[in-house]
């Protein structure tokens, strides 16, 4: 990205285009980070508990764990359907056909170790850290963005406001780091 920045600097002609173009790259790159990704043996849990309360086909577990996580956690099939086969060569979920499609339920066995299972809250955790994690960058992209209409569309006075705004702002994010 570094070679995405217009020649002498942002604000100065038509080179704001470029400026928009990295901005639009950069904002891109934050709403496509709409999953994270889940720690070992959190897909397994998530299964346990979704299929502890009714019989489900490997999308309807994904759709159910991203609807859970308020969008923030989307395993993919690649993680889903082997967790699933891994559990029934454990004698834990056994698998029906149905309309084709493979419908999954736990055991005797598999109800006793969801029932031991911290099942909880397997889906709390990777929503609060997925929000957090993309908010902060996408509200920054955000404010380069107000900024950057500023400089475009702005009297010298109008910049020179919001280069102090900016300044304070940098500042005060760097306090609450300092703080303990």
Known sequence: MGNSFPAGGFGKGN???????????????FDKQTGTRAG???????????????PMHGYQIIHEIEERSGGSWKPSAGSVYPTLQLLSD????????SNGRKIYSLTGEG?????????SSPFA?????????????????ELAQAAAQVARTGTPEQVQQAVTILDEARRRLYSILAQD
């Open 90 to 97: 454990e004698g834990l979920v056994s698998a029906e056909e």
């Open 125 to 141: 955790n990777s929503g609060s850290t997925g929000t957090s994690r993309t908010a902060l960058p996408k509200a920054g992209v």
């Open 40 to 54: 070992r043996g959190e897909v397994r849990t998530a299964i346990l508990a979704l299929l502890a309360e009714q």
């Open 111 to 119: 109800r006793e170790a969801a029932a031991h299972a911290d099942t």
């Open 15 to 29: 080179n704001m285009d470029g400026m928009w173009q990295v901005m639009e790259e950069m904002r891109s790159r």
